[in-house]
């Protein structure tokens, strides 16, 4: 099995795992608010299903790709919102049923994508493995968003190391972002939920993050504030990157407030 191979394996794991909490949802159901403001469910799922739709049209036809961001981001990011709201009020099974059908293709294009070929984005371009990557890491947190809206704790698993990995990696991004410098190497040391240690950075680096890896993962895709979490860093730039840390494309998230 290829990285990608086992990369697109547990991205459907993860997607199986959200789909399994939303399948039974009525109408009623998916218009439950989430966490994310102004969001309710269907937003959630149609916001996963208009990324992969984008995430396709890179794979498949990579020209159209640029000539549609410049269609229909002349505006800034509303796009991303039309998009969410695009499954407000939507039937249920027609909503779901677009969100697993892109999947789906989404998953067959990457597999047939070149290894060498690096795919558009809205951030910089990146190769499939990569692609594969980001799509997991969205589906997770925007789960995470469902899952909190339902009341489910979710267990975690061995899956959210290629968020976390996607968090580190995307660091000199969130620095940047701010204005921040990203000038000091940065350890990141964090405890799986096997038990497991997991860690990135040189072992001698001044600036260093640790805790559990799955705060780690609701701190990167701004699932959690970090008063809530159970991460310490030590160091300027480590101290810098907690508040500000996003895995995804675009401008600063507004972040989650802090919990009563």
């Known amino acids: 099995m290829t990285q990608l191979d086992a990369l697109l394996a547990d991205l459907r794991a ?8 939303v399948a039974g949802l009525d109408a009623d159901g998916l218009a439950t608010p989430t966490p994310a403001v102004g969001w309710t469910i269907a937003h959630q799922l149609s916001h996963l299903a208009w990324t992969d739709r984008w995430s396709l049209l890179a794979a ?33 099974a027609k909503l779901l049923g677009r969100w697993r059908d892109g999947r789906d293709r989404l998953a067959a294009a990457l597999a047939a994508v070149p290894a060498d070929v690096k795919l558009p984005w809205f951030g910089p371009p990146m190769k499939a493995p990569s692609m594969a990557t980001a799509r997991l890491m969205e589906t997770w947190a925007h789960g995470q968003d469902v899952a909190d809206a339902l009341g489910v704790v979710r267990e975690p698993g061995d899956r959210l190391r290629h968020v976390a990995h996607l968090g580190v990696r995307t660091m000199g ?56 979490l159970a991460l310490v860093a030590a160091g ?13 494309a675009g401008p600063p998230g507004a972040g989650r407030a802090p919990q009563a």
């Open 14 to 21: 993860e997607s199986a795992e959200l789909d399994a909490l």
């Open 236 to 248: 300027p730039t480590a101290r810098a990157w907690l508040p500000v840390a996003q895995t995804f």
């Open 173 to 228: 991004f969130a620095l940047s972002l701010h204005g921040l410098p990203a000038d000091r190497p940065v350890r990141v040391e964090l405890v799986a939920p096997s038990g497991e240690p997991w860690t990135w950075g040189p072992p001698d680096a001044a600036d260093r993050i640790s805790g559990p890896a799955l705060d780690f993962c609701l701190l990167v895709t701004q699932r959690r504030h970090p008063d809530d």
């Open 60 to 92: 498949t036809d990579p020209e159209e790709f640029g000539s549609a961001v410049q269609r229909e981001f002349t505006a800034g990011y509303d796009a991303v919102d039309q998009g969410a709201a695009e499954g407000v009020g939507e039937d249920p």
